[in-house]
């Protein structure tokens, strides 16, 4: 169990990614807020300044004359300093008489465009302006209304509005990652679960899995390949396990025989003769004994990709010829023809490829029928050079086919004829197929057994 | 002919020491890499038989100290017959190397092929009793009577007519006369001796082709 913030934790990471989205998705639906309220609020501002300023438009349009100027001007102010400095008003005038200050200029451009609203800012503060040209009437002369509209006066409702706009985008990104993180945690209880099952696995238990019912879809491909990689391994170490007991009984037999003879010889006095052959016998169980350590040495080094190799593109069926003329003589004494038929070229190691023809074709003498054709057939098909070895003899069991290439496998359990063979041939015929990349058969029927191997070419 | 052997093992030293010694060559034996190091440096030996594990200075780095100025040929011994300890022998300057469990006669044969280098000692023809072989017509012939062989036996009895007198094994028999470096399963050395022996060796005369269990085979006439 790992702590949650430890490095590299995925929930840690998913609570960082909830962060992150509820962090855009939030700013962005308090933005879209800010200014639907800000527009809003323009409006609103501009709402309240216009019909304001058709009030005073009213007061200034209805009594206007030079007579009534000071009445209707001190009615103006009164309503100004009503509002308590929200709004203020400026009349614009060429008589001096008719104007009105305050705190604030409409450009002369303005003026003369007569019309529209500004938006000021005076000694910090935001005014928000309407000016009008109203025309001449009576003794009247033109004048410019200005109404300015503080905006000091929504801003203070707009910083409270701002404020819980932030407040509320902090607590949704904190609730988002909390419940993200915890979202995470009980999304990746399989995974701790599988974790533990997991650990439960060792060499004393190969066979147990991790359970694969109810899994959720994503952790299924992960548990299938990770429990057909247990499988794998549970299959190569029970075969690891039946070879090495297979070694151990192939080597007791030579041992045994050297180290019975040895005693016999030496509990009585013996003659030179006699003690030579004892030598010579030993000798000969040391043979076997160095032959199959070489083979065994030969397919451990294959197993783990040493097999130093230098590919050379030749014609099969001379080699296989070569082959043919080194067993031709032992093809003789047991009354048997061989044939070479067809021919494919393709890039083999010479050497290792006749030492797997010389023990198709040893195997083909030795189980065969005597007095009987034996082929070799070389062909093309799907991209491989085929070779087969074609004999007659008795039906090999079809259980028995696909093991007859396993290490120490034979087809009979009696271990008939083990001095000549210790049942690694085949396996290395197997190796050697797979060095050059390529893959072996076999199948019987008939009383025809073919066997062999297929290399790319 | 002065033969070095380094080599840890005690038993392996002893009868490499006791069957070179029968053989005709001068042995001395050194147990490490340092006592090696100082024989092979100082004395002139024909051939140094090296093996690669060893206490004090491995077999390698002692080759290494000793080229390019000592030219003496080199037979490596090995355990480990991965192939990097190989090329590293070769690119070291090892001129042959043998994998343990190695055979005797294989150890020969090697010590002969290096002693024999640059000797152009080409025979033409080769007598054993009363057997004649003319190389260069490939004829055969014992006392007054001609006798025919296939091209397989012929390259076989040339194999042991060449090294008469002294064991030839199948592994070499296999590689020299049919060109196979593998070890083989058959009974194809076993069977053309056979074939061989029959024409050779008839009723009444006395044998030449010996067979020595467990090791090979002989050609020489036995009083």
Redesign the interface.
Known sequence: MHLPFSQNSIARHLALMYAAAAFVIFSIVVSALYFMEMSELERYQIVETQSRFSLFEQIIKIRSSSESWPEIKTRLQELVNQSGGKIFLRIDSKDPFFQMDAPFTVSKRKITKHHGFSYKNINGHHFRILSKKIPAANNRPELIISLAIDTQFYEAEDFWFDFAFVVFLLLGIIAMSSLGWLIAKRGLARVDELSYHASQINPDNLSARLPAQDLPLELEGLVKSFNGALQRLEDSYNRQASFNSDVAHELRTPLGNMIGQTEVALSKPRTNDELC?I??????EL?RL??I???M?FLS?ADQG???ICLQKLSLAEEAKKTA???N??FE?NNNTLEVIGDAETSIEP?LF??AL??LL?NAVEHGAPDAPITVEITKKDGYAVVTVINHGTDIAPDSLPRLFDRFYRVSRDRSNSR???GL?LAIVKAIAEIHKGRVFAASRDGIIRIGFKIPL | MKILVIEDELKTREYLKQGLSEQGYVVDTAADGIDGLHLAANIGYDVIILDIMLPGMDGISLLKSLRPSVKTPVIMLTAK???NS?LEAFNCGADDYLIK?F?FLELLARLQVITQRGRSKEETNIYIGDLHIDLLARRVTRGKRRIDLTA?EFALLEVLARRRAQIVSKTVITELV?D?????????VE??IK?LRAKLDQDGEPKLLHT????GYVLELRS
């Open positions: 052959d030598l010579a016998s030993n000798l000969e043979e160095r032959f350590i070489n083979d040495l080094h040493e097999i130093n003329d080194f067993l003589i032992i004494e050497s006749k030492r010389t023990n040893n000549n063979n210790h041939g | 017959d991965a192939l190989r469990p055979s397989k049919w196979i470096c593998f070890d083989t399963n058959t009974n194809v069977a053309t074939r020595i269990r467990g090791m």
